[in-house]
């Protein structure tokens, strides 16, 4: 049992649309982190969140702590937007459970 | 600030060698950690350290050392290289609202 769980694995979108991914996990937690993999490799952090909604430019990240579930929205998204999304969540060490990603294509 | 480095980023072993990834960061971040990324699997944590002189294992930690002398390295040895430790290994920072990931070490062992 993965105790974090995203969808879709694979999303391919046209320049311009909305994007959703989602991110469900079953431990109890202070904060979610969102991560971008490049095709490249490199990892960044996105977003580290507790409560509510945050917006960094054109990306947008959600979480309901009750609900267990949190999203990572795109809007007007662009090829530069291609890359796998990682939700990562911390135990109550120092751990983390890493969904597998999100593969994300934006096509022109 | 230099972020998160790590060396080498391409290596070939064969089995039964030994070989150790370097890591470092500049950030002054006591929590480090080193993960390996296989297709399919996500990120595993290998092991992490929240301070010098402080390591701990992680959810994969057979066939790795780990050891943090100083703030800012946290090298990871490989002590016999096996076939099943070729992957993708990543080296991270961390302070209270993210985390820094180095730029990957590709390892094939043969």
């Known amino acids: 049992k993965n105790e974090v769980e995203q969808s879709p694995q694979n999303l391919t979108a046209q320049e311009g649309e909305f994007i959703t991914i989602n991110c469900s996990y079953s431990?109890?937690?202070?904060?979610l982190h969102w991560l971008q993999q490049h095709p490249g490799g490199g990892i960044v952090s996105l977003f580290m969140l507790s409560s509510g909604k945050k917006k960094h430019g054109r990306l947008i990240a959600t979480i309901n702590i009750q609900e267990k579930h949190s999203s990572l929205h795109i809007t007007a998204s662009h090829p530069r937007d291609s890359a796998v999304y990682i939700c990562a969540v911390p135990n109550t060490g120092n751990q983390f459970y890493f969904g597998t990603g999100t593969s994300l294509t934006v096509i022109p | 600030n230099a972020g998160v480095t790590q060396t080498p980023k391409f290596q070939v072993l064969k089995t039964g060698q030994s070989m150790t990834l370097q890591c470092a960061q500049d950030?002054?971040?006591?929590?480090m950690s080193w993960y390996r990324q296989d297709p399919g699997m996500g990120l595993r944590l290998i092991h992490y350290?929240?301070?010098?002189?402080?390591?701990d294992q992680g959810e994969v930690p057979n066939g790795y050392n780990v050891s943090r002398s100083t703030t800012e390295d946290f090298p990871l040895r490989l002590l016999s290289a096996a076939p099943s430790q070729t992957s993708v290994y990543f080296c991270a920072s961390r302070d209270g609202t993210h985390s820094y990931f180095g730029p990957g070490t590709r390892l094939t062992v043969t």
């Open positions: 431990v109890g937690i202070s904060a």
């Open positions: 950030m002054n971040h006591e929590y």
């Open positions: 350290s929240v301070g010098a002189g402080i390591t």
